[in-house]
């Protein structure tokens, strides 16, 4: 089941690609693993999978010793900063975040760890505005992060509202790449805009065709999610 669901989300991924003219070398698939047991990654690291999104530090700290260490793991979920000591050094990027004060505390724990943090700024729509900073305003928590030592700006993320059909969030995501794009123009020491974290199991084949180059998919590949437990 979880095999070929795998192969079926990395066919449309190569699709997508070739279809506007992309490598697919470009796109990093996230397998978003939440809620799922260590038996389930474990199986898909097994179909080849090597790159795993969580959204709680608590399933972190359950998953990342139980499973092989060659594997990457991305945090995508709020984060809030007392959970932050726990990641240094334990995830290779965190996707959200949203404040300076938040990257203020991966700032400071990753030189007292003599680490660097890969970071992603994560952007909203402005409408459902629960978590990520406003478009109009993250040109500026950019600068203003990037001056912080330990931490590293790789790209964005964002995470688009809940459509019917993924044809209605095109626009969205092309407004996020010309963002990322405006940024990357602006030469700002220490950040780099390479990285474009959008599209989920609803419409990751859109965010590629308007530039992700890292889409987040988990009901695609595990299956729906089960929260009662
Ligand atoms: C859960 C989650 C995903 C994956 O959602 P699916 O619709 O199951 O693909 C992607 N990104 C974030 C931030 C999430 O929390």
Redesign the pocket.
Known sequence: MLKEKLSEVNKNIAEACKRCGRDPKEVTL?A?S?TKPVEMLKEAYDCGVRVF?E?KVQELEIKIPNLPSDISWHM??HLQRNKVKYLIGKVDLI??VDTLRLAEEISRLSVKNQVVTDILIEVNDGEETKFGTDMNETITLVEEIAKLPGIHIRGL?T?APYVVDSEENREFFRKIKVLSVDIAAKNIDNVNMDVLSMG???D?IVAIEEGATMV???????GE?DYSK
């Open positions: 996230i978003v939440k999104g959204n995508i979920g996707h959200s993320m995470i989920m199991t609803n990751y987040r998919v988990g009901t695609g590949i595990f999610r």
